[in-house]
């Protein structure tokens, strides 16, 4: 398991951890501004909401009545917001034993973030940063085969499913990013906020 050490707040980007990073490397084409990368990957938001849509309206018609408890509904959406350090938690524990990770808070950005300039092999890297997805997958999958009579629980589920799901776009748009320029084979590298490839 790496090192994960609790930086505590985050200032800015310029707190990130450095590397030295080999000669060879070529930078990756990416938003180092946290909020403008924030703003960029909103449209990788959209399959996530909908598939959650999807399920909402599906086990609806299937039910015809209503199957949640509003109420309910934002008390999940509380839960997943504050397992928000979880999900960096889950990025963290994915990386190399060797790896150090600091996780963190932005205020700036609204958002907690898992800092590491390890060197990580692309398949692994998209792998940790696709992991917490599971923070939505498997509240989704309970809330599409529970009962329809538990709406309160079915509330609660669905709250956690949205914030689940719609919490990993910006993983999702920086995978997006690495499968259209980073080689299989090779490794990824932060320095910073920036992020550098190299075979």
Same mark, same amino acid.
């Given at each position: 398991?790496?090192?994960?050490?609790w930086?505590? @707040?985050i200032?800015?980007?310029?707190?990130f951890?450095?590397a030295? @990073?080999p000669?060879?490397?070529?930078?990756?084409?990416?938003?180092?501004?946290?909020?403008?990368?924030q703003?960029?990957? *909103?449209?990788?938001m959209?399959?996530?909401?909908?598939l959650?849509?999807?399920?909402?309206?599906?086990?609806t018609?299937?039910?015809?009545?209503?199957?949640?408890n509003?109420?309910?509904l934002f008390?999940?959406v509380?839960?997943?917001?504050?397992?928000?350090i979880? #999900?960096e938690?889950? #990025?963290?524990?994915?990386?190399p034993?060797?790896?150090?990770?600091?996780?963190? @808070?932005?205020?700036k950005? *609204?958002?907690?973030?898992?800092?590491?300039?390890?060197?990580v092999?692309?398949?692994?890297?998209?792998? *940790?940063?696709?992991?917490?997805?599971?923070?939505?997958?498997?509240?989704?999958?309970?809330?599409?085969?529970?009962?329809?009579?538990l709406? !309160?629980?079915?509330?609660i589920l669905?709250?956690?499913?949205?914030?689940?799901?719609?919490g990993?776009?910006?993983?999702?748009y920086?995978?997006?990013?690495i499968?259209?320029?980073?080689?299989?084979?090779?490794? @990824?590298q932060?320095?910073?906020? !920036?992020t550098?490839?190299?075979e």
């Open positions: 398991m790496p090192k994960i050490i930086k505590g @707040i200032k800015s980007e310029k707190d951890p450095t030295d @990073i000669k060879n490397a070529k930078k990756l084409d990416s938003e180092e501004d946290m909020k403008k990368m703003i960029k990957a *909103l449209p990788f959209i399959p996530s909401v909908l959650c849509f999807i399920c909402m309206f599906v086990k018609f299937i039910a015809n009545e209503k199957i949640i509003v109420g309910f008390i999940g509380i839960i997943g917001f504050f397992l928000i979880v #999900h938690l889950l #990025h963290a524990i994915a990386f034993k060797n790896a150090t990770v600091y996780i963190g @808070i932005m205020p950005s *609204l958002t907690a973030v898992a800092l590491s300039s390890s060197p092999k692309r398949n692994r890297f998209i792998f *940790l940063s696709i992991l917490p997805i599971i923070l939505g997958l498997i509240p989704l999958a309970i809330f599409c085969f529970s009962s329809n009579s709406k !309160e629980l079915n509330g669905f709250g956690m499913a949205i914030m689940g799901m719609v990993v776009y910006p993983d999702i920086n995978i997006f990013k499968l259209r320029e980073v080689p299989t084979n090779a490794t @990824i932060n320095n910073k906020n !920036e550098y490839y190299f």
